[in-house]
């Protein structure tokens, strides 16, 4: 398809005024690929994203179209923004997470390192999600996600509980 693949390694001379973003979806695969890569990393962001005052977004992210950030909301490094999602006041977006299609993290949230927050997903105010949770699709988190929960449905729990309901 006349698409030219590159070494790693020759990246930075091949394109010496370039910044780089890796766009590959899997959280895990995105940190260690970021770890092994010493490259400057682009800020990547649709031109339809709204970024409010105060609020600040890390390199290596990637926002896509429609996302919203709200005032003094802070998102980490190598994260998605996926089209349409919106990170109100005050919340945390740690490094690595994605934040899928029209999800909505409100005031105050924390997400931890490495979240996947699945499609169409929302919290309450000022919830905690740990690292490398997972939160289904169209989940409403209103307590505390333990590192590592995967956690589905309405209100969101983690998914050994939800399927013995
Ligand atoms: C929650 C999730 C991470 C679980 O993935 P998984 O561990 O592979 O789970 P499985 O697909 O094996 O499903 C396990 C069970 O959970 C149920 N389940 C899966 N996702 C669910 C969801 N979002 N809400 C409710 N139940 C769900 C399945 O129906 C299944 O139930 P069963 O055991 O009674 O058949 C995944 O289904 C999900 O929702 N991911 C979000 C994806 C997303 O939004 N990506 C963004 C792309 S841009």
């Known amino acids: 398809m006349g698409i030219e ?92 997470s994605h934040v899928a299609p029209r999800a909505a993290l409100a005031g105050g949230v924390i997400l931890g390192e490495g979240v996947l927050f699945g499609c169409g997903a929302c919290t309450t105010p000022y919830i905690e999600v740990g690292d490398w949770a997972s939160i289904g699709a169209g989940a409403a988190v209103v307590d505390k996600i333990a590192m590592g929960t995967t956690a589905v449905g309405v209100p969101a729990r983690p998914l050994e509980r939800y399927n013995g309901r």
């Open 5 to 96: 693949v590159v070494e790693e390694g020759d990246l930075i001379a091949r394109f010496p005024e370039a910044a780089f973003a890796i766009a590959i979806g899997n959280n895990r695969v995105r940190k260690q690929i970021s770890e092994r890569l010493d490259l400057p990393w682009a800020t990547i962001m649709h031109p339809s994203v709204i970024v409010e005052p105060g609020a600040a977004i890390g390199e290596g992210t990637v926002v896509l179209a429609g996302a919203i950030v709200q005032p003094d909301a802070i998102i980490g490094r190598h994260v998605i923004l996926n089209t349409g999602c919106s990170v109100d006041h005050d919340a945390r977006v740690g490094d690595f």
